[in-house]
């Protein structure tokens, strides 16, 4: 059982949440044409020993997206972060509708 | 001869004013509160309780714990029965029912036994190389009766009355085993301030210091800590409690026993499983004696030197009067000694040349006769030993004795450690295999770490104590270490393996493979551990191998002529101890082994004739028994009033999300393949959700309440995916989007009015509300209130047939659904289930989840131009990648059977007129229905684009029935084209 430090509601069974697959990938933007681009973000995955960044979601709970840093060696989880935090980092806001 | 001969009169932690009744294979035998059933049998001089697995040879009590391999009993009778428990760890109750296993006719005359006559021929690998490779015709006629010769218990098979409990546990630290060193790390982690779990397999503390006598130093500081323990209240003392496997995040797997002395156990589970969630872990979990290796080795009346000394001592049994210790080190001496003390005849064979002096001086004044350089080779004796064959110095002799104690040292218990990868690491100077490194969190003490004095264990789990603690940042002021020195000396522990006699020499005796099996498999090149264990079945009885795993692993690096490390070690798995199925599910069974979903409108469908179906987790009316006498008749009997009257669906469980925000337009233009920004107010509007990679994800319909609000559905099945996607998508991909989705699944009944008098029936049901074509056009929303509770009407429609779906506050849900009932009775308003509403969709060419089976495209399910041109929507990029264009891609026909009396079936696998029905043919019937607007059985049918012509013919294969079907490739589209019916 994994034990995942919800920055909401502290540390819970990983049965409280559902796994959103690798936050490595960078997903193009919505209106990105490049077929190429796409292929890459829904296709190709490191799969890595060690360290992997990867989507969980606190369904039962606050809801909120995650990004935990896993290791999957031997599944210590090093970090645990709301994935909006870290969107809206790299997308800057957009611009209210005038 | 009378109950308890070989019961002392004084001394044990029994309590002799408390005799308990129970029986053994029909036998009545009576023990005392505190005793085991082995030691009880013992008591009573019940040597043989056993037949082994495989030559059902006669076997007796060998331990005093969990790592028993041969005392294996099924207790119970009826639904309560539970077989293959070592009778070793079975405290005595009043009432037990205890039978022995794999024997008949009886225990003493057991008919099979002459297996052991056809020894040689059941060597490792037998049954393979016999019935396996070509002769597997030989092996399927065998099979039977050969697995009706071997085995152990059988289960019941009637309905276990008992209740089973699952809970949730939470722990600073967790300290598993309760003998001294973990008395002392508990005791430690305490202090410091820590909340603690000490988890102890056994009804009493103290592991090994349980061995010691009931007078003795050792007992008086288990008592006193046992006290303060007690005494402490962040420190839970769980008994009777075995830490069946560790797993990732300290997460520890518990059965409890229930205390089987409790005589009315009111609403008390037999069992209870436990998920106790740890900061911190200490390992105390002892270590296992080791077993010698000789000829005729499991003869009852052999056992483990230190489960003699627990026999002695804590229960009171002297269970020879005539023994040998066989060793290899100095601990068994003391089992001598104590033995001795107590009245028996005892001679000590040790392997060494070279013994202690002490030792050899104490033994001297305890009468023990000593022989240095000694060994057994071989034993007789049927259901208890007579004699021993010695061998030493002088060359062999003989001895007549009643008891065997054998010590080939001690293999600390690494189980637990190796569920988390921990390698066990062989250290040299003990001789035998510790774990390796452990992560921050986790600590070992005690024996399992090599420590084995007792002194050693104290201060070592006091050390352990306070480290798990100080993890957890539980630092209080240090208590002083208690401290209590056993004086045992050192043991050293050879590895040597003997020259067996002619006899067997039992290395696994619960699976009953012999040294002779390993040097089979030596032989053969099955070398490694791993390859050992699976070709001679070593180490994978209940037991999983506690006590032959070393020896193993010790005769294979002889004949390899390799040391203990190359040669490797097994991977231990969960469980520690065999674990019952229905503790693991507790109370989730039967009807709660999943929650049941149910609509407000429950009761009603329950009381009103529905048949129900489970659809995911809701429950839904399948049909109605007043339309008809089975499915089919009550289906066509619900269509055909929907197209000609009107028909009420219970549809509360479709996923219904309340998208909101400045942006929500926005998001659900990109997240729908149709447009949605331009939905004016008030209308509804069809919506495909597609996948990043371009296949359809899921449907619904979408209505704007407001400028900035959404009403959105979803499919049943889909709701939570639906959900979350849409969450996820706010949350990692635009987060600059001002939107907010809220579930309301469970907030709305829903229910829909289909057919051509619908709006009659709404009329009638709502006189205030005007539902005119003119306010209520089709795809068009009306917002009100009914009986207090919000109200929206849409006018959507599945089934072909003018349709409204209306919303409902859930709570006035049932009464809603019953007043429009009551207002359309004029018009013949009846209900109709799911069956129907599949049919009225597929006849009208609605695709649903067969067709939306995450293969499909839009352009698949013909759904193409409802994105059109347009880009920027979730999966527009990759649904347009050339794989999905290719001429053969399957999509979606209509068919129409051409055959007189014959019928579609969904999964049919379709194939051109004349090809050979071989494979995976040209596509597959998804859904099917009998159409009374044809006549005839219809379906949907996914089909290769480059043979689905309209108008030709193609053979629906249905090989689980054996049938095949002419079929008319058609419009998927049965009824009403050009949807008059919508608006009429």
Known sequence: MLRIECPCCGPRDHDEFRYGGDASVTRPAHDDPDPEAWYRYVYVRTNPAGLHREFWQHVIGCRQWLVVERDTRNHAIASVDLARKLSARKSPARKPPA | MSSNHKRLSMGGRIDREQPVDFTFDGRKLAGYRGDTLASALLANGVTLVGRSFKYHRPRGIFSAGPEEPNALVTLGIAGRREPNLPATTLELADGMVAESQNRWPSLAFDVQSANGLLAPFLSAGFYYKTFMGPTRRAWMFYEHFIRKAAGLGRAGTDPDPDRYEVRHAFADVAIIGGGPAGLSAARAAAAAGARVALIEQDFLLGGQL???????????????????????????????????????????????????????????????????????????????????????????????????????????????????????????????????????????????????????????????????????????????????????????????CDLVCVSGGWSPTVHLTSHLGIKPAYRDDIGGFVPGAFAADRFGAGSMMGAYSTAGAIEDGHRAGTQAASFCGKSGPAPTPSKLDLGETAAAQLREVLPAGRGKAFVDFQMDVTTGDIELAHREGYESVEHLKRYTTLGMGTDQGKTS????????????????????????????????????????????????????????????????????????????????????????????????????????????????????????????????????????????????????????????????????????????????????????????????????????????????????????????????????????????????????????????????????????????????????????????????????????????????????????????????????????????????????????????????????????????????????????????????????????????????????????????????????????????????????
């Open chain 2, 210 to 400: 349980l061995a010691e006598p009931s007078d003795s130093a050792a007992a008086a500081w288990l008592r006193q800590t046992e006290a303060e323990l007690e005494s402490s209240e962040t420190v839970a003392l769980m008994k009777r409690t075995t830490a069946f496997g560790i797993y990732d995040g300290n997460v520890i797997g518990l059965v409890e026993q229930r205390d089987p002395t409790n005589r009315q156990p009111v609403g008390e589970a037999r069992q209870t499983f436990t998920m106790l969630r740890a900061r911190s872990i200490v390992f105390a979990t002892g270590a296992i004696e080791r077993p010698m290796v000789f000829s005729n080795n499991d003869r009852p009346g052999v056992m483990l030197a230190s489960a003699a000394r627990t026999y002695l001592n804590r229960f009171a049994v002297l269970p020879g009067k005539k023994i040998i210790v066989a060793t290899s080190n100095d601990g068994a001496w003391r089992t001598a000694f104590d033995l001795a003390a107590a009245g028996a005849e005892v001679t000590v064979a040790d392997l060494r040349a070279s013994l202690p002096a002490a030792l050899v001086a104490e033994a001297a004044q305890f009468g023990v006769v000593v022989r240095a350089a000694t060994h057994i080779v071989d034993l007789r004796g049927g259901h208890a030993v007579r004699r021993a064959t010695l061998n030493g110095p002088d060359g062999q002799s003989e001895a007549a």
């Open chain 2, 549 to 984: 795993n070393f020896p193993a692993l010790a005769a294979m690096a002889t004949l390899r002529n390799a040391t203990i490390p190359e040669t490797g070690a097994t991977t231990f798995r969960p469980p520690y101890t065999p674990v019952a199925i229905g503790t693991l599910a507790g109370r989730a069974i039967g009807h709660h082994f999943k929650p049941i979903r149910r609509t407000p409108m429950h009761d009603w469908h329950m009381t009103n004739g529905a048949e129900m179906l489970e659809v995911g987790l809701w429950m839904r009316p399948y049909f109605y028994k007043q339309s008809g006498r089975d499915v089919n008749e009550a289906y066509v009997a619900e269509m055909r009033n929907a197209r000609q009257a009107a028909s009420l669906m219970d549809i509360s469980t479709l996923g219904k999300i309340d998208v909101q925000g400045p942006d929500a337009a926005i998001f659900l233009d990109r997240v729908y393949a149709n447009g949605f920004a331009k939905l004016p107010v008030g209308r509804a509007r069809y919506g495909v959700m597609l996948r990043d990679d371009g296949i359809v994800f899921d449907d619904g319909t979408t209505t704007r309440l407001a400028e900035n609000r959404f009403f959105m559905t979803t499919s049943t099945a889909k709701a939570a995916d639906v959900l979350s996607r849409l969450e996820f998508l706010l949350d990692t991909a635009w987060p600059d989007l001002r939107v907010a989705v809220t579930s309301v699944s469970d907030e709305w009944a829903a229910m829909s009015v289909a057919g051509p008098k619908s709006r009659a029936i709404l009329s009638a049901a709502f006189p205030a509300l005007d539902v005119s074509d003119a306010a209520l056009a089709h795809m068009g929303l009306l917002e009100s209130e009914w009986r207090g509770r919000a109200l929206r009407i849409l006018r959507l429609s599945y089934s072909g047939e003018r349709a409204y779906e209306i919303y409902v506050g859930a709570t006035a849900g049932e009464q809603l659904w019953s007043r429009l009932l009551e207002a359309g009775r004029p018009f013949d308003l009846k209900p109709y289930g799911v069956e129907a509403l599949g049919a009225l969709r597929v006849e009208k060419g609605h695709v649903a989840g067969p067709e939306i089976d995450g293969r499909t495209t839009l352009d698949d399910l013909g759904l193409g131009r409802m994105a059109g041109k347009r880009t920027g929507f979730v999966g527009d990029v990759l649904r347009r990648r050339p794989a999905f264009q290719a001429p053969d891609r399957q999509r979606l026909v209509g068919l129409e059977c051409i055959e007189e009396g014959k019928r579609l079936r969904g999964g049919a696998i379709l194939f051109l007129p004349g090809e050979k029905p071989y494979g995976h043919g040209r596509g597959r019937v998804t859904s099917v229905t009998f159409s009374p607007e044809r006549g005839r059985y219809v379906g949907l049918a996914l089909l290769a684009g480059d043979v689905a012509s309209e108008g030709s013919e193609i053979v629906a294969v249905y090989p689980m029935k054996t049938e095949t079907v002419r079929a008319r490739i058609v419009s998927p589209v049965f009824l009403d084209p050009q949807g008059e019916r919508l608006h009429g």
